[in-house]
């Protein structure tokens, strides 16, 4: 099989934790089996500083693992704080945050976003158990029924309070479950099954389906390419991608960007403009219904014909083909977020040339950097936004080149609170316009 490439951060931070390792006794949890025993120390914001998993039972239990560099985790904070609020009489949610030498400071971190976000969960922190039931993505939600039975392994995304109510009445609820625990999309496999051609003998396919649990999978058109011929058997696929994406792989060879990204970020626009009658297809939620709003496309042709401009042209001529739509692609006056400088501060960025550093681990409360690239910031900054803004375009126009120092002291998921940090330093977070290639897509004549 060929690698699969996820859609992640161009930056060093990610909802992974790359040093997460299998311990000698490490266990894979599964759903519909009992959940290991377990203690935990040290918890705050309970009604006891240690518990174990028979302190648990007669509630439902779930368990919240999360650390400092998973944007999304800090986001869902206040959601989790309303519903543990809500629901606190009839389960147990105890956070669990990653304690360890790279995240060190994840207690005081999360103490400062309590008090900011006057939240009340309970804590306790921990890396045994990170390493022990192999927990190497968060956010990573472990729901436990009141016999100690693991019935949901999730990711939290469709996690609303209607679902928990109609879990503790008994009655039935799904939740999406952890991308590891989904099928994988490979048409190949299955079409060549039915058909009785042998594998690698199909010269030429193209496959577009409404995505249906699949484990998530994209890799842009820009990167397959220059594969290994050997990989490209087995075709371009993409798996869970809405319709917007689809676009953005055929016409620009490649879909989300990071803001430091310098060949894509400040030149195109990051979804197409829809001057269509009805906007129905390009509506989409990862959360809720599966395959709302997003399909699963694979692509083979013979190995010698690769190429990144053929690949775009045969995705262009599918989503023709399926959805009608003309498109072109034009220079247009577009919203963006401007990090901008005043007079003087450009020159203090830049560095003083001591030796390289930055802060271990991604903390949403901030980090410092010395003698860092410069697009650094700006990639921070559309990391840390994009749950809230996500779409936007970031750009980068304090003037500075070369590497720099900064150090960042805010919640980094709180735009306010990154203004005014930037604004102590001379610096800013504005909204603008900029002329950007943006994706037009009309109806058919």
Not at 401 to 424: P, V, Y
Request: aromatic share 12%.
């Amino acid at each position: 099989m060929s690698p699969r490439i996820f859609l992640l951060p161009l930056l060093l931070m990610a909802t992974t934790i790359s040093h997460a390792q299998k311990s000698s006794d490490s266990i894979r949890l599964e759903v519909d089996k009992p959940l290991p025993d377990f203690t935990l120390y040290n918890i705050t914001h309970f009604n006891t500083s240690s518990a174990s998993l028979k302190d648990f039972r007669g509630k439902w239990l779930i368990l919240d693992f999360w650390f400092t560099g998973c944007a999304a985790c800090v986001h869902s904070f206040p959601k989790v704080n309303a519903i543990h609020k809500e629901f606190e009489k009839d389960l147990n949610w105890i956070m669990i945050g990653l304690l360890d030498n790279e995240y060190k400071d994840t207690p005081k971190l999360y103490e400062k976003i309590c008090e900011k976000k006057k939240l009340e969960m309970p804590v306790a922190y921990d890396s045994a158990l990170f390493s022990r039931w192999n927990i190497g993505s968060m956010p990573y939600i472990v729901m436990v029924d009141p016999q100690g039975i693991v019935r949901f392994i999730t990711n939290g995304g469709d996690l609303t309070p209607e679902k928990i109510k109609d879990l503790l009445q008994g009655k039935k609820v799904n939740f999406y479950p952890k991308e590891k625990d989904r099928p994988t999309f490979g048409p190949s496999a299955s079409l060549e099954e039915k058909s009785n051609v042998p594998s690698g003998h199909v010269l030429y396919r193209s496959v577009l389906k409404k995505w249906s649990g699949e484990r998530p999978g994209v890799i842009d058109v820009v990167s397959w390419v220059k594969w290994p011929k050997k990989y490209f058997v087995e075709g371009y696929n993409l798996s869970m991608v809405p319709l917007y994406g689809l676009y953005n792989y055929a016409y620009l060879g490649q879909s989300d960007w990071d803001a430091s990204d310098s060949l894509m970020n400040g030149k195109f626009y990051t979804k197409p403009l829809l001057e269509i009658c009805d906007t129905s297809l390009f509506q989409y939620d990862f959360n809720v219904e599966v395959g709302k709003g997003t399909y699963n496309y694979s692509l083979t042709i013979p190995p010698d014909e690769v190429s990144l401009s053929m690949i775009m042209a045969l995705m262009q001529r599918d989503l023709k083909t399926v959805f009608k739509y003309v498109v072109s692609v034009e220079t247009r006056t577009m919203p963006v977020w401007k990090l901008i400088a005043k007079p003087g501060a450009a020159n203090k960025l830049k560095t003083k040339g001591e030796k390289k550093f930055f802060t271990p681990g991604t903390n949403v409360t901030g980090y410092k950097i010395v003698n860092w690239p410069r697009q650094y910031l700006i990639g921070s900054l559309s990391f840390y936004l994009k749950e809230r803004y996500r779409g936007d375009v970031f750009v980068d126009e304090t003037g500075v080149s070369g590497n720099i120092d900064f150090t960042f002291e805010a919640d980094m998921t709180d735009i306010q609170d990154i203004r005014k940090n930037l604004q102590k330093q001379g610096l800013d977070l504005v909204r603008g316009e900029k002329e950007l290639k943006v994706i037009v897509i009309r109806d058919p004549q």
